[in-house]
């Protein structure tokens, strides 16, 4: 009780000298609050030493089982003592309401100053209820539904102790080789900013003042996704037209959302590693944007920068990271082993350590941790909070709109719910761990609803399952991966004999969870192990097919395109997986989802996009060899960007516009007719695309700039209306600033990139 009082002593005439007159903590503040913030942060760091604020730019994972006894030696014990010194500013992967209420209490009742800890953790689509992978999610094209989904996520993660997580993850990319493409909006930049956007907002909320949300992280900063033959941690070498074009807008609409801090990246760019650049960091983010968060950088990736040959040893990734902007170290040690000396040294502007210091102490502000440390540490709240019905009804919900339906030939789907038999196909169909994907350490292994689990619901049919090959494993994840016999055919002939006694077969073949991820690179994109094998031979025995992909990337699909009637690309769908594709499959759900990348026939198509250039050479005349093609494929992709069917079939038409030209600030209205000539009602996700014809920069083919989700019921027509206005043709010219040219446009509206609706108009100054 003694040692209480004495805390909330310290803590009064500290509360007194920081001057918090106010508990204000939303991020919607006014600027008055904006500037107690401030004050009390910078009230705060005149009470620190160099150390001290050097230790507010440390983080450590979780070096210690806090309920048995302190570390006495090594690495642990090291950490440990600089965590009771107050120079440790945050931690990760500490889980658990008991555990961070053991390491705040020494942060806040051990240390000289009391400065609270922030803990942080990889919520990338959950915590333990998972929703769809984020990939998957982006399918959905709905911003309500994304953003619901990562505030399931924060509350969940809050309740634990969370209050930071590393996500959104906004890197485009455009190379289904990186297994990191599960964990980002795919290949356009307008859906990955409003997706980008949506999932701030819904980490992070209105405000703080409760603790059900937690604070947002915009990684991988900047063009991670772009890494060489999509091989993680790879070069990326690009040019500002792509950068400025391409890769800032979804960082920058996460800037604009209120986004607290940002994580820099494993890739080097201009020959710079990014927890390196003060281009990045101090120049665009800081600077042009305006970003009063702090950064972070990746697991290790300071020391890394030893790696890429740029410092000779830790003390000088140190010198280089702190002078490059870097705020936070995360695992690598190096600001609290060297940092001190730099500054002392004269080779690191105290000012830096200070602005760090600062940045990171407004957000423990923000989250009001300064008044109530303890506040994400509520263990009936946790009990009470993890897993419970509300998460799963709202995963379901998100795992159906991001489900794509990519062929239905004589509409075999939906399927008839009683009087069939119907054979379900594929290790993947029982299997209650992959559909939770990558990312998903917090959550339990086999908590899963298998897509067997889901059709059993359904009792009007009769059911048969057969494994028939199991599916290669990829990487292991800390080793925890059990080595499977993948050439073992003894389950196929049974699978055939299934298939021949059925009226309809389901496969469900694809990806295990883990072969995409963080490292998880792969050249081969066709179904892993046997899995190819097993379709041709049940498709021998019988045509009548579903294939079911669960998959965290495109993957090539052309022989089961050719031959398949019914194609759906479930990808891998979280926690309630089977039963939102049995709803589905059954049509309790009408699905409308669109690819967020497009498909590619063939892996040498890789990077593949949309939104590609013309070049100089885009058709061949006659027998000319001689224009920009492949020998042996198409350009297209099979499936493009955007593309996605539905059981409703939707028809446009009569594309006008209010006027054909346009200047300064005023805008035209561009409106289409879009009717629902199918049996079913339904939902149509209509896209606008714009070209640049003429620019002083090339300029691509095409460019998603609206979209608009539509509800439709069986013959009914709706006219949707989108606005041009000069900002959905600005672009970053080679003037190295953001403006609208004038010249000629066309606009194409329909249901995927290839829509085939146009008109044209002018934009003159």
């Not at 007194?16 to 009390?40: F, P, Y």
């Not at 494993?473 to 699978?495: C, M, Q, R, W």
């Not at 409703?648 to 600030?665: A, C, K, P, Q, V």
Request: aromatic share 10%.
């Amino acid at each position: 009780m003694r040692r209480r009082i004495l805390f909330l002593s310290l803590a009064i005439a500290l509360a007194l000298i920081w001057s918090c007159s106010t508990k204000k903590t939303g991020m919607q503040h006014q600027a008055s609050a904006k500037t107690d913030i401030d004050r009390k942060a910078d009230s705060v760091l005149r009470l620190m030493t160099l150390e001290e604020k050097i230790g507010q730019m440390n983080q450590y994972n979780g070096f210690w089982e806090v309920t048995g006894p302190a570390p006495k030696d090594g690495a642990a014990a090291i950490k440990y003592e600089h965590l009771k010194k107050g120079w440790v500013g945050s931690m990760l992967n500490v889980l658990g309401t008991k555990d961070v209420r053991a390491l705040q209490k020494i942060a806040v009742e051990e240390t000289r100053l009391h400065i609270p800890v922030i803990f942080g953790y990889d919520v990338i689509h959950g915590y333990q209820t998972l929703s769809p992978i984020p990939l998957a999610e982006s399918a959905s094209w709905d911003l309500e539904a994304i953003q619901k989904s990562a505030a399931i996520a924060a509350e969940e993660a809050a309740s634990v102790g969370v209050n930071w997580t590393f996500a959104p993850m906004v890197d485009i990319t455009r190379d289904a080789r990186w297994g990191r493409v599960m964990e980002g909006a795919g290949e356009d930049p307008y859906l990955g900013s409003k997706i980008a956007y949506a999932r701030v907002k819904g980490f992070q909320g209105n405000d703080f003042k409760n603790a059900k949300t937690i604070v947002a992280c915009t990684k991988h900063f900047a063009a991670y996704g772009f890494a060489e033959a999509g091989r993680d941690y790879n070069t990326v070498d690009m040019g500002n037209e792509t950068l400025y074009n391409v890769v800032f807008p979804p960082f920058k609409a996460t800037v604009d959302a209120g986004v607290y801090t940002f994580m820099n990246s494993f890739n080097e760019i201009n020959g710079i590693p990014s927890t390196g650049s003060a281009f990045l960091q101090r120049d665009v983010l800081k600077g042009d944007w305006g970003f009063n968060g702090f950064v972070v950088s990746d697991w290790g990736s300071m020391g890394e920068m030893i790696a890429h040959g740029q410092a000779k040893d830790g003390k000088e990734a140190a010198e280089i990271a702190a002078n490059g902007g870097s705020d936070m170290d995360m695992e690598s040690s190096v600001y609290v082993e060297h940092l001190a000396a730099l500054v002392r040294e004269g080779k690191v502007k105290e000012s830096y350590i200070d602005d760090s210091a600062r940045r990171i102490l407004k957000v423990k502000f923000e989250l009001g941790l300064f008044d109530d440390p303890y506040k994400y540490c509520n263990e009936a709240n946790e009990k009470a909070t993890v897993g419970k019905k509300e998460f799963h009804d709202g995963v379901l919900d998100m795992a159906k709109k991001s489900i794509v339906l990519l062929k239905n030939q004589n509409d075999l789907l939906p399927l008839k719910k009683s009087g069939q038999k119907i054979a379900l196909i594929g290790a993947l169909a029982n299997d209650k761990s992959s559909p939770l994907g990558s990312w998903r350490a917090a959550a339990k292994d086999g908590s899963a609803v298998s897509v067997l689990e889901g059709m059993q619901k359904y009792t009007g049919n009769q059911l048969v399952f057969e494994k028939g090959v199991d599916v290669a494993v990829g990487t292991p994840v800390f080793g925890s991966e059990t080595k499977i016999n993948v050439t073992d055919k003894s389950g196929l002939d049974k699978a055939v004999a299934a298939a021949k006694d059925a009226d309809v077969v389901v496969m469900v073949l694809g990806e295990i969870g883990f072969q995409t991820g963080e490292g998880r690179s792969r050249v081969d994109l066709e179904l892993p192990g046997m899995q190819q094998e097993l379709l041709e031979a049940v498709y021998k025995a019988n045509k009548n097919i579903v294939l079911v992909v669960n998959s965290g990337r495109p993957l090539i699909l052309n022989w089961a395109d050719a031959n398949v009637p019914a194609i759906v690309e479930a990808w891998q769908l979280g926690t309630e997986s089977g039963n939102a594709i049995a709803q589905v499959l059954y049509g309790d759900y009408n699905p409308s989802g669109k690819l967020p990348m497009s498909f590619p026939r063939n892996v040498g198509q890789l990077p593949i996009y949309y939104n590609h250039k013309n070049t100089g050479r885009p058709n061949g005349g006659g027998e000319s060899v001689f224009w920009s093609h492949y020998g042996d494929e198409k350009n297209t992709p099979l499936y493009p960007f955007g593309y996605g069917l539905s059981y409703s079939r939707f028809e446009y038409s009569n594309i006008r516009l209010s006027s054909n030209t346009f200047s300064g600030n005023e805008e035209i209205k561009v409106s289409v007719d879009v009717k629902n000539t199918g049996k079913a009602d339904g939902k149509e996700v209509v896209q606008m695309y714009l070209r640049d014809l003429f620019g002083s920069a090339t300029r691509p083919v095409r460019e998603l700039k609206g979209f608009e989700m539509v509800p439709l019921k069986s013959g009914e027509t709706k006219t949707i209306t989108f606005k041009i206005d000069k900002k959905h043709i600005q672009y970053y010219t080679p003037k190295q600033r953001w403006e609208a040219e004038p010249g000629d446009f066309k606009v194409f509206i329909g249901g995927n990139s290839d829509a085939p609706l146009s008109a044209d108009f002018k934009y003159v100054n």
